[in-house]
């Protein structure tokens, strides 16, 4: 158990609408990434956190921002959720050996209506 | 090409037998290796990861990687119907550092 949650679980929003997703984690591990997980295409990386106020773009950016202004919570933010941002997302934090293992929070279950 | 190739399945294994799953990379100079399982509804779990060419066993599983074919494989004895799930392979690239995911191959163990 890495220690990690996701709040909502669940969530069913309309188009246009701005959407925050939380992540928080309790044992201080510097690296924090979202992904998102849709049929035929796996897991696929948003954005990623290196630090407090220290993010970077994943493959698959567009429409999504996040922040980190502190070390524990990591939020994701669809600034006007579209139908095509319906998917599943992943929170995960990189720790152990190799350094870039990933563990995944449980995930947030997101409908664009 | 995707950078990591797996096939989708499903694959069908009667119980107690071998299942082997099959990972293909695009960047030779990948550097580490890794398995995850995840069930229905729930988040990829790690199962184990490799970096050396050979084989690696844990358990019931067993990491193989040939890097000069640029494969990765997990084979599982003695499949139960717990085995039940989809697997993804993942990779580093050699630069920046980053985990890449295949999309998984769905595993049914048949009683």
């Known amino acids: 158990d890495a220690g990690i949650t996701q709040s909502p679980r669940h969530k069913v929003t309309e188009t246009g609408t701005p959407v925050t997703l939380r992540c928080h984690q309790t044992?201080?591990?510097?690296?924090m990434y979202w992904y998102r997980q849709d049929p035929g295409h796996g897991l696929r990386l948003i954005h990623y956190?290196?630090?407090?106020?220290?993010?970077d773009k994943g493959e698959v950016s567009d429409g999504y921002s996040v922040s980190r202004s502190k070390t524990e919570d990591f939020l994701l933010t669809l600034e006007s959720a579209t139908s095509s941002q319906t998917s599943v997302y992943f929170c995960?934090?990189?720790?152990?050996?190799?350094?870039?293992?990933?563990?995944f929070g449980p995930g947030t279950r997101l409908l664009v209506l | 090409q995707k950078e990591v190739e797996q096939n989708s399945g499903p694959l069908s294994v009667p119980e107690g037998a071998i299942a082997s799953l099959n990972c293909t990379y695009s960047?030779?100079?990948?550097?580490?290796f890794f398995w995850y399982r995840q069930y229905s509804g729930k988040s990829p779990e790690l199962i184990m990861f490799?970096?050396?060419?050979g084989d690696k066993e844990d358990g019931r599983f067993t990491a193989q990687l040939n890097k000069a074919s640029q494969y990765v494989s997990l084979l599982i004895r003695d499949s139960q119907p717990s085995d039940s799930a989809t697997y993804l392979c993942?990779?580093?690239?050699?630069?920046?550092?980053?985990?890449?995911f295949g999309s998984g191959t769905r595993l049914s163990i048949r009683p």
């Open positions: 993942a990779v580093i690239r050699s630069s920046a550092s980053k985990i890449i």
């Open positions: 960047d030779r100079g990948s550097q580490s």
């Open positions: 490799i970096y050396s060419n």
């Open positions: 044992e201080n591990h510097r690296y």
């Open positions: 956190s290196y630090g407090v106020k220290d993010t």
């Open positions: 995960a934090i990189s720790a152990g050996q190799p350094q870039e293992t990933q563990y």
